[in-house]
């Protein structure tokens, strides 16, 4: 089995074509045909299902993509490695975050170029729940997670204490009280997120505990979304402070304390412990601690305790 093989067998997996993967790897088709047929002599399975049009994976297929991809980034990270041993003239910075923890990342990502600009860097969109386990395929190397990862796994670092903002739009009878209790927002709109997350688990349990209705009749797919329908004067929201801290400072929204939902998140960069960082990554990790330094709180350093 050789990886030019497996790089042969993963194209045509995800084009799901034997003639798009020859295309994509600009070879004939007859020669991604006969690399497919060696693999799967060597391996002693049959890899796609060829009575299917949409080019499925077998059982053994399936299997051996998961390693495929795994043998691949280690490809890619030992190259990776090579490559900066001398400086950091060159390389790549591979992040994962969520829509609402890459709005830390910015002002990090931004120092960061300034002063390494000849580092590429890629921010992969995910769910937060999905980082430790794409983490361990080594997609990437460092993560933004907003709770506590397994310590035996993964070395996780407390970079930012956010909290929870309920906004309103400017015009809204409320925006100017500066405090309200939980019970007097029962006849309220609320706009939400339609991404199910800890967070939302734990105002809904919130509201039940002070048994007071939560309406959330309008569920939208992002934080970018929410936030311009309720300046619009749909409802009202509640979302991570950081999500909304240049509207609030702009007066496009506005913020009411909520006694009972001060609710308080720790934001962590996270990557795996047995792993040997490159060098763009203890990079990024020094710009985050001088970060850390000159803005002070909410911004911080905190390596967290494996115990």
Do not use: W
């Not at 992002?222 to 991570?240: D, Q, S, Y």
């Amino acid at each position: 089995m050789e990886l030019n093989q497996l790089e042969t067998f993963l194209a045509v997996a995800e084009e799901k074509s034997f003639s798009r993967a020859a295309v994509r790897l600009r070879r004939t088709q007859p020669a991604v045909s006969q690399v497919i047929r060696k693999l799967e002599a060597s391996v002693g399975e049959t890899l796609f299902d060829r009575a299917a049009r949409d080019g499925s994976l077998t059982a053994a297929g399936v299997l051996l993509r998961d390693y495929a991809l795994r043998l691949l980034a280690l490809r890619r990270e030992a190259s990776s490695a090579l490559g900066e041993l001398k400086s950091l003239e060159r390389g790549r910075l591979q992040l994962a975050a969520n829509e609402y923890t890459c709005m830390y990342l910015l002002p990090a990502i931004d120092r960061f170029r300034r002063e390494f600009p000849q580092v590429s860097v890629t921010v992969h969109r995910m769910l937060a729940s999905r980082i430790p386990e794409e983490l361990n395929l080594r997609t990437f190397e460092l993560g933004m997670i907003s709770f506590k990862a397994d310590p035996a796994q993964f070395r996780t670092i407390g970079v930012y204490a956010d909290s929870l903002a309920f906004i309103v739009a400017p015009h809204h009878p409320l925006a100017g009280t500066e405090r309200v209790s939980i019970t007097d927002l029962g006849e309220e709109l609320f706009v939400a997120h339609n991404v199910a997350s800890p967070l939302r688990r734990k105002v809904i349990e919130t509201f039940q505990r002070y048994r007071t209705p939560l309406n959330m009749a309008i569920e939208l797919p992002t934080i970018e979304a929410i936030k311009r329908f309720v300046a619009m004067g749909n409802g009202v929201a509640l979302v991570p402070h950081l999500t909304v801290a240049r509207e609030l400072e702009s007066g496009d929204l506005a913020r009411v304390a909520v006694d009972e939902l001060e609710i308080r998140r720790v934001l962590r960069l996270v990557h795996r412990r047995q792993t040997t960082l490159s060098y763009a990554a203890r990079a990024f990790l020094r710009t985050v601690r001088t970060l850390a330094q000159e803005q002070g709180p909410p911004f911080y350093y905190h390596v967290e305790r494996a115990g």
